[in-house]
């Protein structure tokens, strides 16, 4: 059996893949297309580089993505690491400076001995011993390579980034800091609408201009990552319940604001501040219109648009089982996006999955499966599930781990799954100890 393996793209997942499989002494060769090539979304060459948002959500462990991040941190994950070294201050939040984030994933994998970084896009056959992770925008000839392996149409989505204005140009007289419900320090800037306020910007989103689409693609979008104007259209309070929620804060007054616009950090520098679930796909100058209608962004720089672009995943349910690797042939594996996970986290998650699977087949014959009570264990069962049907990306839930009938609250419920899903995973660590050492 072949020591050595190839992975294509050095995303979130390519790079965990690569990490973990090297580290066990598997010899990695690693394609990476840009910056030769690129795609609408990215702009540097680095690896691991963020396009949609600068938070890998939640770190507390009583939320499905907090307990993903700490179940990773046992297997020693290298974008985990990354995050933990470059973080910034986010309340509850696990943010960062996604420069330096992915200057560190860069250096470690560029600098591993046992892996070969080849640069330009890999239009070859696909053959044994391959992790295909090319994320959401997946080159032209890599899908062509991929219909010829898989004989499968491909599903496809649209996925939406939020706007990022220059810090120096936000009026924070109008503005005032902190996080919900106290949680952090002062980590986001905040912009409290009157009702008035509120209607007349849902009114102005409504009516706007969005870029154009084509065809078939114009009604798909991910629920988990909706255009901001696309939920307004759901109802004139949808915003004021999702990512303009007011709750857990209070005005000087003492008074709850009507909603509520956050802006987080990009940086370290404190230079730049995205617009909070802020994803959209209006046209450029309909965003500096109807965006400028927040209070304390009246005269913003956008420094970066919200823009739009078609992800692309493969029907897994139906193609892969719960290593990520393809039921008709064990040797080649899909992660990150493409396998149809959703989320940065979570797209990291299944790369390292996909890479202990992967290591321990190489070294041993053996196939393993990460504990199903966790939430990297659950993903996989669920994106390997054929009785799901409709498939769509998923994010890390508990709604995806098998479920604790205990009659208990929702806070104690959420704390047995924490502590039965790292209690599960030491478990299987210390029994794969030829593996983990």
């Avoid at 691991?48 to 939320?63: D, I, M, R, Y």
């Avoid at 000839?141 to 149409?153: V, Y």
């Avoid at 929620?245 to 509520?260: W, Y």
């Amino acid at each position: 059996m072949k020591n050595n393996i190839t992975i294509i793209g050095a995303g979130l997942a390519g790079c965990e893949a690569a990490w973990q499989l090297a580290n066990r002494g598997i010899h990695v060769d690693l394609w990476e297309m840009r910056p030769e090539s690129t795609t609408p979304a990215h702009t540097t060459g680095l690896f691991g580089e963020l396009v949609c948002s600068n938070s890998l959500k939640s770190s507390a462990l009583t939320n499905a993505c907090g307990l993903l991040k700490e179940e990773m941190r046992l297997y020693d994950s290298l974008i985990i690491k990354a995050a933990d070294e470059n973080c910034l201050p986010s309340g509850a939040a696990l943010s960062v400076d996604r420069e330096k984030f992915a200057e560190y994933i860069t250096a470690a994998i560029t600098s591993h001995q046992n892996i070969n970084v080849i640069k330009g896009e890999y239009t070859d056959p696909i053959t044994d011993n391959t992790i295909i992770a090319t994320g959401p925008l997946t080159s032209s000839a890599l899908c062509q390579r991929l219909k010829e392996l898989l004989g499968k149409d491909f599903l496809n989505f649209f996925d939406a980034s939020a706007p990022i204005v220059d810090a120096d140009s936000i009026d924070l007289s109008r503005c005032f800091m902190g996080s919900r419900y106290g949680q952090g320090n002062d980590d986001y800037i905040n912009c409290p609408m009157t009702r008035d306020e509120y209607y007349a910007f849902v009114d102005a989103l409504l009516t706007a201009e969005v870029a154009d689409v084509h065809g078939f693609e114009k009604d798909m979008v991910f629920e988990g990552c909706m255009p901001v104007e696309v939920m307004a259209q759901r109802g004139r309070d949808t915003l004021r319940f999702g990512p303009l929620k007011p709750t857990g804060f209070e005005n000087a007054d003492g008074k709850r604001p009507f909603a509520v616009v956050q802006l987080r950090s990009e940086n370290a520098e404190n230079s730049m501040y995205n617009l909070v679930g802020f994803q959209t796909h209006l046209k450029f100058p309909e965003q500096k219109r109807i965006f400028s209608m927040i209070p304390g962004l009246e005269n913003a720089n956008f420094m970066r648009y919200g823009v739009m672009h078609m992800n692309t995943y493969i029907d897994s349910p139906r193609l892969l089982d719960s290593c990520y690797s393809l039921k008709t042939d064990p040797t080649i594996y899909v992660a990150g996006q493409l396998s149809g996970v959703e989320g940065y986290v979570e797209s990291a998650a299944s790369g390292l999955t996909a890479g202990i699977c992967a290591a321990s087949r190489i070294l041993s014959g053996q196939n393993v499966s990460l504990p199903k009570e966790s939430v990297i264990g659950a993903l996989a069962s669920y994106i390997s599930n054929p009785g799901v049907f409709n498939f769509q990306p998923m994010n890390a839930n508990f709604g995806i781990v098998p479920k604790i009938l205990d009659k208990m609250s929702k806070a104690e419920k959420t704390a047995m799954y924490a502590s039965r899903s790292l209690d599960k995973t030491k478990e299987f660590i210390e029994n794969s100890y030829w593996l983990f050492n």
